[in-house]
């Protein structure tokens, strides 16, 4: 991703692009889930979607089912879209709170056209007409990663990147200040450069083997550190959406692409061992494994410095949120995209490299208060992890949204973040923590208009959702 970005928004005769990789090392490709943030990455380089989506064996997600979380047999979806309409320049969230306090039982989840979609496995692209049922909403993608990296890595080869295949065997500093000056390859082969892009996961081969950024560990507020992935026969309909279910000691991941399932565990070592682990895995799964079990070692948390020196850390080596909300993909965009924002000349001023770094702390910090929310966000005691989750102390910056949210139903907005206010109302929502009062600026509106709105658009959902193919029929056509 970063070498076709680079070589997309950068001139040849401004740099070269030289991409370093090993097939001895391989992907960390479990199956990938995203948010709608890789539409435009994907959109910038030029890629066709349907081309896309037949090399990877991508499917769409309109959005993420948690399954258990607040309580055993809850279940809620966060949907990639709004809820509803304003009403008068209130929230729809608002309106909907106003009626649940006067005793209304309609679920938030009734005004959502995604939500609504995917409940009925059914799937087709927005309007661009912000009137239109069908607007509103948003897609992302489910694909398989082992074939996402040499789909990238042809159309960057193609507009001057020059790939090598190799093993970095030893990495050589500058004496007077640090920088990186080259790497040693195997092969024995020298290779020099101005910018380095460590790309070598959780090991941090240059970021931190050899350049010792330090990492900021956030095990106290996500405590899973383990995680086990098989794929499976696909089976039942080709569902529009990433199901996370939780178990005794994590959660499970669901992942429908066109030729099969992928799936995963993600659990904390500290309450439960890899082989029960495997065996919750295996016993949930829908179809027939198609493969082994594997495992894979993780400290949720982030590296001090994402850009250190002449070192940027993009993806697993710039730091890990687990999963649950798909957006490992979305934080190496980010990191690509504040680079080519911030892209430095051979001074390397630190005052470039603090704004990115204050950046990509933002971007992390905010990921993980989401994630964190889920899992504090529960009434479930029966046990040892879901009682520590639900009793320790989380970031001041999420126990201040939790406090507003509670008090007023009043999301925090801010500019630099992957998740804006529908994401966390519907987590909000779908967990039980629900406003003690609405917004005042309803008060005088009569109760039987706020019915007739929300009814109208009760009805203007379900039939914008019937009238939408099945995902299976769309992608057959589509791809």
């Known amino acids: 991703m970063a070498a076709a970005s680079l070589a997309r928004f950068l001139r040849p005769d401004q740099c070269s ?17 995203t948010v709608p943030h890789i539409r435009f990455f994907n959109q910038t380089l030029g890629l066709d979607e349907a081309d896309f989506m037949r090399k990877t064996h991508a499917t769409f997600k309109l959005g993420i089912e948690f399954v258990n979380w607040a309580r055993l047999g809850d279940s809620y979806i966060h949907p990639f879209g709004d809820y509803g309409r304003p ?9 909907w709170n106003r009626l649940r306090l006067a005793g209304d039982t309609a679920p938030i989840d009734d005004y959502s056209l995604p939500i609504e979609a995917a409940k009925h496995a059914r799937f087709e692209p927005p309007t661009n007409d912000p009137q239109a049922t069908l607007a509103g909403f948003g897609y992302a993608f489910q694909f398989d990663a082992t074939l996402f990296a040499p789909y990238l890595r042809a159309w960057s080869e193609q507009r001057g990147v020059r790939r ?4 970095v065997v030893d990495v050589a500093l500058r004496g007077t200040d640090g920088f990186i000056e080259s790497l040693t390859l195997a092969s024995g082969e020298k290779i020099e450069g101005d910018l380095f892009i460590d790309c070598s996961g959780f090991f941090g081969l240059l970021t931190e083997k050899h350049l010792h950024t330090g990492y900021e560990d956030w095990t106290h507020w996500l405590p899973c550190d383990r995680a086990v992935a098989v794929p499976c026969e696909s089976a039942g309909p080709l569902l529009p959406y990433t199901r996370a279910t939780a178990h005794g000691a994590g959660w499970q991941w669901r992942i429908p692409l066109q030729n099969r399932t992928g799936n995963g565990h993600v659990y904390s070592s500290k309450f439960m061992s890899d082989d029960e682990a495997a065996t919750t895995l295996l016993k949930h799964l829908d179809g027939k494994a198609l493969a082994e079990p594997r495992f894979l070692k993780f400290v949720t948390g982030r590296r001090k410095k994402t850009w250190n020196r002449n070192c940027v850390a993009v993806g697993l080596s710039g730091g890990f949120v687990e999963p649950l909300e798909s957006t490992s993909i979305y934080l190496i965009q980010a990191a690509i995209t504040h680079l080519i924002e911030l892209f430095p000349d051979r001074n390397f001023d630190a005052v470039n490299l603090d704004e990115y770094n204050r950046v990509m702390d933002l971007e992390f910090e905010r990921v993980r208060d989401f994630i964190v929310l889920h899992y504090h966000a529960t009434e479930r005691d029966d046990t040892p992890l879901w009682n520590y989750v639900r009793k320790m102390s989380i970031p001041d910056s999420l126990a201040y949204k939790m406090e507003l949210f509670r008090e007023r139903g009043v999301v925090v907005n801010y500019k630099v973040g992957l998740f804006f206010e529908p994401s966390w109302v519907a987590v909000y929502v779908g967990q039980r923590i629900l406003p003690k009062r609405f917004d005042p600026l309803l008060d005088d509106t009569p109760l039987e208009e706020l019915r007739r709105h929300t009814g ?8 914008g959702a019937r009238a939408m193919p099945t995902q299976a029929d769309f992608i057959a056509r589509y791809v």
């Open 17 to 33: 692009i030289r991409l370093v990789e090993s097939a001895e090392i391989g992907i960390v490709g479990v199956g990938e889930a």
């Open 87 to 95: 009403f008068r320049g209130v929230k729809f969230h608002q309106v």
């Open 164 to 167: 090598t295949e190799g093993r």
């Open 456 to 463: 109208a658009l009760r009805t203007a959902v379900q039939a």
